[in-house]
């Protein structure tokens, strides 16, 4: 039997789970600042009841207790063990039959192996009663990005990489995107953003904003990812899609180092869009841009430095669950 593909991300959803930051000693300084930007991503997409139902994920219930004085009453509380709150790429994903697709998890090729995260997706997928289905080889949610008819875009530099299938080629990869998935069509792109651990996530680099519309960074004020927009309009330009570029946040530093910030972590939820802000010069254009796009909802920004020492932004911690 065919499977439906993933409906796109603007597509009307019945929740979303949000992963909230539960483990001090992965955070440390930074547990309470992530937190509050975290609950502050989850009352945007709330959107005072006019968006949609939040699942606040949390590892344990002194977490849940911290959730709660957090967010208020916005939120669901659910209390599962995982590692960390990158729930985009442990979580389910659920395909347009409505039945969750459950990877393989590996820490992003073995960098971080945190006890739980492997199972997460399972035991979310079953405490909503979401049929799920396990497909037997290594994915995470933020390699691909669809818009709902079949096509999405990925990166050689994650699904091609020895760390995660080694055993799989490109042809074999389609294939199996195709089965369990229902992705028909692929777009692959190059690398991802420099020091990016995910190896190259293509929702830092290339997002579907409308079906068969590519939105691309244009590159800003030494920005040290300048090359890698370039290669990846220039190889989606070979698909048949329309390309628009976004402002980029430019070289970004945080204790002298570039950090892999990117406007394109953006989350499309019912009622907004939420946009991660790192108080570069481009922040309010990247909001202003990504409005237009999305005229019908609300361009949200909000400030994602303290979840971004964590690796990640507003769409890596967040996981929909279609209507």
């Not at 039945?99 to 979310?124: H, M, Q, V």
């Not at 909802?297 to 929909?320: E, Y």
Request: hydrophobic share 45%; with cysteine; net charge negative.
């Amino acid at each position: 039997m065919s499977v439906k593909p993933p409906p796109a991300e603007w597509a009307p959803h019945k929740a979303v789970w949000i992963g909230f930051p539960s483990h001090p000693e992965l955070w440390v300084d930074d547990l309470e600042p992530a937190r509050a930007e975290v609950a502050a991503f989850a009352r945007a997409v709330h959107a005072d009841g006019h968006g949609e139902k939040v699942l606040l994920v949390v590892a344990d219930n002194e977490a849940g207790l911290a959730a709660r004085r957090h967010a208020g009453d916005i939120a669901e509380i659910v209390v599962e063990p995982f590692g960390d709150i990158w729930l985009r790429d442990t979580g389910p994903i659920i395909t347009g039959d409505r039945s969750a697709r459950l990877f393989e998890f590996n820490g992003w090729g073995g960098k971080y192996d945190l006890p739980d995260d492997d199972t997460i997706g399972e035991r979310l997928a079953r405490k909503r009663h979401i049929p799920a289905e396990a497909c037997g080889w290594v994915l995470e949610g933020g390699a691909l990005d669809g818009d709902g008819t079949g096509l999405a875009v990925t990166t050689r530099q994650c699904l091609l990489n020895m760390n995660r299938n080694p055993g799989m080629s490109q042809a074999d990869i389609e294939l199996r995107l195709r089965e369990d998935l229902g992705l028909s069509d692929l777009i692959w792109l190059g690398d991802g953003l420099l020091n990016d651990h995910t190896d190259g996530h293509v929702d830092n680099l290339a997002r579907f904003v409308a079906p068969g519309v590519l939105a691309i960074p244009e590159a800003f004020d030494n920005d040290p990812n300048w090359l890698v927009y370039q290669n990846a309009a220039r190889d989606a330009g070979h698909a048949e899609v329309e390309i628009v570029r976004l402002p980029s946040p430019g070289r970004v530093m945080r204790d002298d180092e570039i950090v892999p910030a990117s406007y394109m972590n953006f989350y499309i939820g019912n009622a907004v869009v939420v946009v991660p802000l790192y108080g570069a010069p481009n922040d309010e254009a990247a909001v202003a841009a990504i409005q237009a796009l999305f005229p019908t909802r609300k361009a949200v920004g909000l400030r994602a430095d303290a979840i971004l020492t964590g690796g990640g932004s507003f769409h890596c911690i967040s996981q929909q669950i279609p209507a």
